[in-house]
């Protein structure tokens, strides 16, 4: 686990709270709530049902948010909401709960935050690599049309540009995108 996780607890029960926070405790901040909030929370745990609602709506939505969620229902009705998640992200822990196995979930789902994070960071960075790449071969065929040369001699100059501006070949391209497309 890289850092503490922010954690809120969504739950109409108040005896189970204290254990719950008291496992959570361990991998970050909590906060304890019985309604929606504005801040985003690294993991969700909603202790069903909660009051008016049951609360996998709220675990839905907190899922798509990219929060890890866990769903702690009784065991009698955890198959029934794993059939009702389908492919969501969402971890369904029947209760009652020991905190050995609160703990590990826990630890799991910190886990595999970290993880999805440092994909989606990956995944950024290579959408941006991607982005420069298809803008550099945009300004080659300009060049390559409006200059009439091979592209193998376009390369070449855009790199030859680059390293006499001392820029990168993106901000190259850029340069004679704005020159020649208008």
């Not at 907190?62 to 702690?72: R, T």
């Not at 992200?89 to 709960?97: A, E």
């Not at 300009?142 to 009439?148: A, I, K």
């Amino acid at each position: 686990m890289q850092d503490k996780k922010s954690i809120i607890i969504f739950s109409a029960e108040g005896e189970i709270l204290d254990n719950i926070a008291l496992a959570a405790g361990e991998f970050g901040d909590v906060s304890v709530s019985d309604g929606l909030t504005e801040k985003h929370f690294d993991i969700v745990f909603v202790n069903t049902p909660l009051g008016k609602e049951f609360g996998l709506d709220l675990a839905a939505f907190a899922e798509k948010l990219g929060s890890g969620v866990i769903v702690a229902a009784s065991s009698k009705h955890c198959g029934e909401i794993t059939k009702r998640i389908g492919g969501k992200s969402i971890f369904v822990l029947p209760r009652p709960l020991s905190k050995a196995v609160l703990t590990q979930v826990l630890r799991f789902v910190a886990l595999s935050c970290d993880k999805q994070n440092e994909l989606k960071e990956k995944n950024a960075a290579l959408e941006s690599k991607l982005k420069d790449v298809k803008l550099v071969d945009r300004a080659k065929c300009v060049l390559v049309e409006y200059l009439r040369i091979s592209e193998a001699d376009a390369h070449r100059q855009i790199q030859k540009r680059a390293m006499d501006m001392r820029l990168p070949q993106v901000e190259v391209a850029r340069d004679i995108l704005k020159t020649y497309e208008m």
